[in-house]
């Protein structure tokens, strides 16, 4: 055999197997199915005046656009309706609820707050916002990072979670460092998980992508809020502002221990009108 005609060989010999394997990685990427929410949950402060004059019917809205998950406001007494009564309402009308808002002031109070969540089926008490006299230093953070792992231990021995949900203040720089990751850093992971509010980091000026790369395994929970650009003073409907949904469920892992709810304070319109064009939105989305 020639030389020349040997190496001929020899390279087709070569570039063979790479050529088989990008044909594999192509086939298998074209058989890889594509990732969706399969439960898409609502927090109800979305809807919160209509919830307000008339809950029951605000929850069967809720239900009848698609949603199967609800996310309460025990921060708001469930708008008067008591647990024992609201939690038949949620099975008749096919709705979970894994989690709550609560304000700091219901760590006063575990036993009633856990009772609640026990008969609402909760997973999750999520403390919605520190009250302002308690965030004006980094001090003010860790001290209530120290109570939220002391309630969020009572908590887990309860069977249930102690979430932390962020605001747009928390991201607002402080003495050089962001109050968010002083708190974040400080809590214990095997005590308070983590709900990302996409929105409020937007509004608050932080990018949600890093936050989901810098804090992956701690995000549990969503609220899944679009914002115009970062540091607006407003929310919009998902899809039409700066945050990259795709990308960002694409980084959350896998989504069948998680929650993911839609959540809109501001309206063009009928906030019923733009929560199914939400619904709509994140239905369709695949990442």
């Known amino acids: 055999m020639h030389r020349r005609s040997f190496l001929r060989g020899l390279g087709a010999t070569l570039v063979l197997p790479s050529a088989f394997g990008c044909a594999v990685r ?22 919160r005046d209509a919830a307000r004059a008339n809950l029951e019917g ?42 709550t808002h609560i304000d700091t002031a219901a760590l006063d109070d575990l036993p009633r707050l856990i009772g609640d969540a026990q008969t609402l089926g909760h997973e999750y008490v999520i403390v919605a916002s520190l009250p302002e006299e308690g965030r004006a230093t980094l001090d003010d953070y860790r001290r209530w990072a120290d109570r939220l792992n002391t309630a ?76 115009p650009q970062l540091g607006a003073d407003h929310d919009v409907e998902l899809g039409k502002g700066v945050v990259d949904f795709r990308q960002l469920l694409a980084r959350a892992g896998s989504l069948a221990e998680k929650h993911v709810y839609v959540e809109q304070e501001t309206y063009p319109g009928a906030p019923l009108d733009s929560v199914r064009r939400d619904y709509a939105f994140l239905s369709s989305l695949t990442f």
């Open 152 to 227: 969020g231990e009572e908590v887990r021995r309860a069977g249930l979670w102690l979430g932390f949900h962020n605001e747009p203040w928390d991201h607002k720089a402080m003495d050089g460092q962001v109050p968010y990751d002083v708190l974040v850093e400080r809590t214990d992971p095997t005590r308070v998980r983590l709900q990302l509010d996409t929105g409020n980091a937007a509004i608050g000026g932080s990018d949600p992508l890093a936050y989901m790369d810098r804090y992956r395994d701690r995000y549990w929970l969503f609220h899944i809020k679009d914002a």
């Open 58 to 99: 605000t929850l069967g809205d809720i239900a009848a656009i698609g949603f199967r998950e609800v996310e309460l406001l025990d921060s708001l007494s469930n708008f008067g309706m008591p647990a024992a009564r609201l939690r038949p309402l949620l099975d008749r009308l096919q709705l979970r609820a894994p989690s």
């Open 26 to 47: 192509r086939s298998a990427e074209r058989g890889r199915s594509a990732g969706r929410v399969e439960r898409i949950g609502i927090q109800l402060y979305t809807l």
